[in-house]
C-alpha cells in the first residue's frame, strides 16, 4: 500500500512534501516523492490522506494506565507526600476489576491521541494477561518494598514471572525512598540475565531531596512512620544515593555493568548530581513529564544540563492522577511553554525518536525509514506555519492511525 500525505515528516531527514511511504506486511519498504514511489511501485494501491501530514507514532516512554479512573479524583496538595496519602486512600477503594477496566480505558485514550507504543508501569503485573493492548506496549512491573522488608527477591522474581511471557517488558523498582537497595540488585540481576530494561523515579521532588540530604521533611517523616528504615538518610542527595556516591556507599546502586535505566522525572538535581550522571550519560534516558511536573509545582527541569551532558531526553504523560489525559500532544506544548527556545522538530523528537531510543528500538521505531515498523499517524495540516508546529499545535485527537501496517478500525 502506498500512503500518500502532502508533507511525510520522517524524522530521519527534512519533511518531504507531495510524499508518500509504502507499507508492506508490518514494515515501511520505501519513502519519498509521491511521483517517485509512483513510479517504483506502480501496481500498489494508493491512499491518499489529502491535507495531512503523515508521522510516526508518538512513543510515550512513561504512564501508568492503573490510574486513569483516578482523574479528578485527587484535589492538589500542599506537599508531594500529601498527594501520595491522596493517591494510597483512592487506590485502596479500587477493585481488581477496576484496574483492569482503568489501564484497558487508558490504551483507548492514549491511542485516541496518536500514541502507537506506550511505557507503561503496573502495581498489578498478575492482571496484564487479562488486558489486550491497542498500541504496543512495554510492560513494567512496579515494584515496591518499603512495607514488606526481606522479600525483595520473592517480590522482584514475582513481579517477572507475571510479565516474561510477554513481547516487551521490564522491572520498575519504584524509588529510592520505597524499594530497598536489596531490591533493586535483584532487579538488575534480572535484567542482566533476561536483557530487558530497567525504570524507576529518581529525584522527583523537593522532598525527596530534603529526605536524603538532609534526612528530614514530610517524606522523611511519612516513610519512618510506616516503618521504612531511614538511617540511610541525611548522606546524600537522591541522585548521589542511587547512583552509590559520596557519603552514601550503600545506595541502591555503584554502577558496574552501567545497565541503562529510563530515569524518570529526575526534578532535584544539585550541581554535583550532574558528575554521576556523566557515567551513565551514553546509556541511561531520562523522561520528563511535563503537565505532571507543573502539577506538582517541581524545581524547574534542567533540560539545557542534562542535554548537554548527552543523555537522551524523551517525554511521557505520567498518570491520569496529576494529569488531564494521555495527550502526548498536549505534553509537547507545555514542554515549549516551559522552553521556547527548543526548535519545534527538536520537540518532536521527544516522543519519536529519542523516546525509541529509550526503549531500545531505534532501528524499529520512531522514523518513517525503509524497514521501520510500519507505526504510523496522520494529522491535518494548515500550512500556517512550519509542519513541526503544526503538528504541535494540533489539540485534538487523531483520526488516522497505523499500528504495524494496518490501520485502526473506523479509519
Known amino acids: 500500500m502506498i500512503i500518500r500525505a502532502r508533507v511525510v515528516v520522517t524524522m530521519d531527514g527534512p519533511p ?5 511511504a509504502v507499507v508492506a506486511a508490518d514494515r515501511i519498504i520505501d519513502v519519498g516523492k509521491f511521483s517517485d514511489i509512483k513510479k517504483k511501485h506502480p501496481a500498489d494501491e494508493v491512499l491518499d490522506l489529502g491535507d495531512q501530514v503523515l508521522l510516526p507514532g508518538l512513543i510515550n516512554a512513561h504512564c501508568h494506565l492503573d490510574y486513569t479512573r483516578l482523574r479528578g479524583k485527587i484535589p492538589r496538595q500542599k506537599s508531594f507526600t500529601d498527594w501520595i496519602r491522596a493517591i494510597n486512600a483512592e487506590k485502596a477503594k479500587l477493585s481488581a476489576e477496576d484496574y ?24 498489578f503485573p498478575e492482571l496484564v494477561s487479562r488486558i489486550e493492548s491497542p498500541v504496543r506496549t512495554w510492560w513494567f512491573a512496579e515494584l515496591i518494598d518499603v512495607r514488606d522488608p526481606g522479600r525483595a527477591n520473592q517480590i522482584v522474581d514475582r513481579g517477572a514471572e507475571q510479565l516474561s511471557s510477554r513481547q516487551h517488558w521490564g522491572l520498575a523498582p519504584h524509588a529510592p525512598f520505597t524499594a530497598s537497595a536489596e531490591l533493586y540488585r535483584r532487579c538488575e540481576n534480572v535484567a542482566l540475565r533476561e536483557n530487558i530494561l530497567l525504570t524507576t523515579h529518581l529525584a522527583e521532588s523537593r522532598e525527596e531531596m530534603q529526605m536524603f540530604r538532609d534526612g528530614r521533611g514530610p517524606l522523611h517523616d511519612f516513610l519512618k512512620e510506616i516503618g521504612r528504615d531511614v538511617r540511610d538518610c541525611g548522606k546524600a542527595t537522591p541522585t548521589e544515593y542511587f547512583f552509590g556516591k559520596g557519603d552514601s556507599p550503600s545506595g541502591p546502586r555503584v554502577i558496574e555493568d552501567n545497565r541503562p535505566y529510563l530515569l524518570v522525572h529526575m526534578n532535584a538535581l544539585l550541581e554535583s548530581d ?13 523522561v520528563h513529564c511535563p503537565r505532571s511536573h507543573e502539577y506538582f509545582g517541581h524545581p524547574s527541569f534542567q533540560f539545557e544540563k542534562l542535554r548537554e551532558l548527552g543523555l537522551n531526553i524523551c517525554l511521557g504523560t505520567d498518570s491520569l492522577a496529576s494529569n488531564d489525559d494521555l495527550s502526548l500532544l498536549a505534553e509537547m506544548r507545555t514542554f515549549q ?17 529519542n523516546s525509541a531510543r529509550a526503549l531500545k528500538q531505534e532501528k524499529n521505531l520512531g522514523k518513517i525509514r525503509r524497514d521501520f515498523l510500519a507505526d504510523l499517524i496522520a494529522i491535518p495540516i494548515t500550512g500556517s506555519t512550519s509542519v513541526f508546529e503544526d503538528v504541535i499545535a494540533f489539540d485534538r485527537t487523531v483520526d488516522w492511525s497505523m499500528q504495524s501496517g494496518r490501520i485502526s478500525p473506523g479509519q
Open 337 to 353: 511553554r516551559e522552553f521556547p527556545g527548543v526548535p519545534p522538530d527538536e520537540i518532536l523528537n521527544l516522543v519519536t525518536v
Open 100 to 123: 483492569v477496566g482503568s489501564i484497558t480505558e487508558g490504551f483507548v485514550e492514549a491511542k485516541r491521541f496518536g500514541t502507537t507504543t506506550i511505557a507503561n508501569l503496573t502495581a
Open 16 to 20: 518531504i512534501d507531495a510524499g508518500a
Open 274 to 286: 550532574f558528575k554521576s550522571l556523566t557515567v551513565v550519560a551514553k546509556n541511561s534516558s531520562i
